[in-house]
């Protein structure tokens, strides 16, 4: 295939793209399931506990991410361990855990999400430089985890630590190795409690019973905007007022640009742009900001997602110093994108 049939394809694949949202690439993605089970713990080390329980109190418990297949018509698939994550972790820790011990290790899980690309890890700029002919950001990927680790006897728990982290790793995103990201997180809790100290008689010191951490983690989802998913029309000007459902402006216009957008509040003739705001309903479709653009939002679970980007892309040639740049365009380079309903950003 010559050069200029591949950058027309490129071309009439992105146009089709922006004339739907690209919000079809969410709807349309089928599932497909990550074989985990056969994986071990490579490293030495005892666990105070003979097994893992593992609650899942995420928002979106469907899926970990999403992974891009890579043909020219570009589409996704979304992906979940094929076995539950108490029994896959049992599984990978089990030269490490001792058979005698009469604890369980209790792992909440408050967000995990798997994406592509590293560059939005390592830079909040809304203009990213990029080179021409790099397909969007396909180096490596990231994976995002909030945990809180706790120790349980019976119906007895002792909180250890919480572990918030991204986790980066530059191997090729593909399904084949989303293994090398899953375990990123796990991994770091082994080691972290190989070194923590736990007292034979933990059970006398600050506990909490299990059927409280239930009725704690539960309240995550008592947020008034999914209780009732009728929202309102109007926009939004904090993620606080989304949760809230609470608008600010229901008078407004919005203008989409190819590389920004704009927010206009007031009437026709005394309108005023609206620089700072989260988003907003239009009467039939959430669109959330991000950056520069608001993009259109596909409910999944208890949460949203978009397939939008987190900055702008300058491309251009890659030009050694007293060359001529031949190539100099702003684009969007996107991909599927969850908002965490615990911090209103996205992964």
């Known amino acids: 295939m010559s050069r200029l049939l591949l950058i027309s394809l490129l071309f009439s694949i992105q146009l089709c793209a922006q004339n739907k949202d690209g919000v079809q690439f969410i709807q349309e993605a089928k599932l497909q399931e990550l074989h985990l089970s056969h994986k071990v713990f490579y490293e030495k080390g005892k666990l105070p506990a003979r097994n893992f329980i593992v609650k899942d109190y995420r928002f979106d418990t469907s899926?970990?991410?999403?992974?891009?297949?890579?043909?020219?018509?570009?589409?996704?698939?979304?992906?979940?361990?094929?076995?539950?994550?108490?029994?896959?972790?049992?599984?990978?820790?089990?030269?490490?855990?001792?058979?005698?011990?009469?604890?369980?290790?209790?792992?909440?899980?408050?967000?995990?999400?798997?994406?592509?690309?590293?560059?939005?890890?390592?830079?909040?700029?809304?203009?990213?430089?990029?080179?021409?002919?790099?397909?969007?950001?396909?180096?490596?990927?990231?994976?995002?985890?909030?945990?809180?680790?706790?120790?349980?006897?019976?119906?007895?728990?002792?909180?250890?630590?919480?572990?918030?982290?991204?986790?980066?790793?530059f191997r090729k995103?593909?399904?084949?190795?989303?293994?090398?990201?899953?375990?990123?997180p796990y991994d770091s809790m082994a080691r972290r409690l190989f070194q923590k100290n736990i007292p034979s008689n933990w059970q006398q010191g600050k506990t909490v019973s299990s059927g409280t951490i239930r009725s704690v983690y539960a309240q995550?989802?008592?947020?008034?905007?999914?209780?009732?998913?009728?929202?309102?029309?109007?926009?939004?000007?904090?993620?606080?007022?989304?949760?809230?459902?609470?608008?600010?402006?229901?008078?407004?216009r919005f203008q989409s640009g190819k590389i920004t957008d704009e927010l206009y509040?007031?009437?026709?003739?005394?309108?005023?742009?609206?620089?700072?705001?989260?988003?907003?309903?239009?009467?039939?479709?959430?669109?959330?900001?991000?950056?520069?653009n608001a993009f259109p939002a596909v409910p999944s679970g208890q949460t949203w997602e978009v397939y939008g980007a987190k900055h702008i892309s300058n491309v251009h040639s890659n030009a050694q110093p007293g060359d001529l740049i031949t190539v100099n365009r702003m684009t969007l380079f996107r991909k599927i994108l969850q908002l965490n309903m615990e911090t209103g950003e996205f992964y």
Request: hydrophobic share 40%; charged share 20%; glycine share 6%.
């Open 173 to 184: 995103f593909k399904t084949a190795n989303l293994d090398e990201w899953f375990f990123l």
């Open 63 to 169: 899926k970990v991410g999403y992974t891009d297949p890579g043909a020219l018509i570009s589409h996704y698939v979304k992906v979940k361990p094929d076995q539950d994550w108490s029994t896959i972790l049992t599984t990978y820790f089990s030269e490490n855990l001792d058979p005698s011990s009469p604890n369980t290790i209790l792992i909440i899980i408050r967000s995990f999400w798997m994406q592509e690309g590293l560059i939005d890890e390592l830079t909040n700029k809304k203009v990213v430089q990029k080179e021409w002919m790099t397909n969007g950001d396909m180096r490596g990927g990231s994976c995002e985890a909030a945990l809180d680790i706790f120790l349980q006897a019976d119906s007895v728990c002792m909180p250890l630590f919480k572990l918030e982290h991204t986790f980066l790793n």
């Open 220 to 252: 995550r989802f008592s947020k008034p905007v999914l209780a009732n998913r009728s929202l309102t029309r109007g926009v939004y000007l904090s993620f606080a007022d989304f949760c809230k459902n609470k608008v600010s402006f229901t008078d407004f």
């Open 265 to 292: 509040t007031g009437s026709r003739d005394n309108e005023s742009l609206l620089t700072e705001y989260w988003g907003f309903y239009d009467g039939t479709q959430l669109f959330i900001r991000i950056g520069y």
